[in-house]
């Protein structure tokens, strides 16, 4: 079964901290990755996209990584700010789905605390 | 401005009746999608349609129903046989040329049964 599972479930960082978010995948194979920022009662705001090719892509102070044999991701956050607490969903769509069908992690919940 | 828009915000249903969502976008886009959210859990497919006419049942179809008359809309009817409603519901959209194509979602509306 296709699975994204994502740890930990709640994360609470003091502002101005680093801190990373995990995201392991049973997806195989698949055709890309995602990382996604869900503010509370808001959709989700994409951050980073990878293939199964890449092994790192940056957005600002956001850096995903992607170990295609471990089936691992990785979102580093550099220097925390408030406005960085919100949910952080890894998302991976399966190659041949036809539908580009994506599976939802559960996603991380950061607080960054002042 | 472009982008895909949801309403309303927060919706209440009674008991055995039906309610419509509304999901727009402006961005040109041929698929759309319609996803459940609950806490604790990752985002769920509900229906999705690649062209209009055209729509096909995700993995939550059951006691919902859409139409796909125009590009620009897709709505979502939750209907009377939908056990558990109270949800927080999201539409996205994306191109279909291409699977590196980012998907864009609503702000989501939020469905209470009172």
């Known amino acids: 079964k296709n699975q994204v599972e994502q740890s930990p479930q709640s994360l609470i960082i003091l502002e101005g901290k680093n801190c990373t978010l995990q995201?392991?995948?049973?997806?195989?194979?698949?055709?890309?990755l995602r990382w996604y920022k869900q503010d509370t009662g808001r959709g989700p705001v994409s951050l980073t996209i990878?293939?199964?090719?890449?092994n790192t892509k940056s957005n600002g102070r956001y850096t995903a990584t992607l170990d295609a044999d471990t089936k691992q991701s990785s979102l580093h956050i550099t220097a925390s700010q408030l406005s960085d607490s919100a949910s952080y969903i890894c998302v991976v769509s399966p190659i041949g789905s036809g539908t580009y069908k994506y599976i939802f992690g559960t996603g991380t919940r950061l607080k960054v605390l002042a | 401005d472009g982008g895909i828009t949801q309403s309303p915000k927060y919706l209440f249903r009674k008991e055995g009746q039906n309610v419509t969502l509304s999901c727009e976008q402006n961005l040109n886009h041929d698929a759309m999608y319609w996803y459940r959210q609950d806490p604790g859990q990752g985002l769920r497919l509900i229906y999705y349609?690649?062209?209009?006419?055209?729509?096909q049942k995700g993995d939550i179809a059951e006691g919902y129903s859409v139409s796909r008359e125009k590009k620009e809309s897709f709505p979502l009817t939750v209907t009377s046989a939908q056990k558990n409603p109270t949800a927080f519901y999201l539409c996205?959209?994306?191109?279909?040329?291409?699977?590196?194509?980012?998907?864009?979602f609503g702000q989501g509306t939020r469905l209470t049964v009172v």
């Open positions: 990878m293939t199964f090719s890449e």
């Open positions: 995201c392991n995948y049973t997806v195989s194979p698949f055709s890309n």
């Open positions: 996205a959209s994306r191109h279909t040329e291409g699977w590196y194509t980012e998907a864009f």
């Open positions: 349609s690649q062209i209009v006419n055209d729509f």
